[in-house]
């Protein structure tokens, strides 16, 4: 896995490096690390690629996986880390837009300083070009814009 291009709404991945820097290093390192490598065979579905990131994070980084979002009872982020949470988004666009509620309803409690989204950074070497990419989420974030209060830091990835 690589990341390919990474995108900072509001100044979250500054705000990130001041009040999480390990975690923000742990984030790279586990994104970048050449042993890490996606089974496609095994990913038939957009979770399982999400399992397999998440994985990684727990048994590398020590993340926790499934960790609920403090603001919205019922509602979970993939992974977190001290103050840091982060959703994974190789699947559908749409499925962005309940993490931006899931970000901004913490955001506004003050239960989190900025989120961390992954998604593909070319959605055809995930073999779809209906996955979540970098483009797509900067243009739902602008659609959103107005009332998107909350920095997100957007890691755009290759298998």
Sequence with gaps: MQIGAEFSYRYAREILQGVAPKE??????????????LNTE????????????????VSQKGWNAEQPCKAVPGMKYD?????????????????????????AADHAKQNI??????????????????HCSLQST?????SVADWLAVPLSVIAVNP
Aim: hydrophobic content about 45%; glycine content about 4%; some cysteine.
């Design 138 to 142: 900067k243009l739902k974030i602008a």
């Design 79 to 103: 992974l977190q880390k001290g103050l840091v949470c982060v959703e994974i988004e190789i699947g559908h666009q749409r499925l962005v837009f309940p993490d931006f509620f899931e970000f």
């Design 24 to 37: 923000l290093k742990d984030i790279q390192s586990v994104l970048n690390d050449p042993r890490n490598v």
């Design 113 to 130: 300083a900025a989120g961390v989204l992954i998604v593909t950074y070319d959605p055809m070497q995930f073999e779809d070009n209906w």
């Design 42 to 57: 095994k990913a038939r579905k957009q979770r399982n690629y999400s399992a397999q990131i998440k994985d990684w994070f």
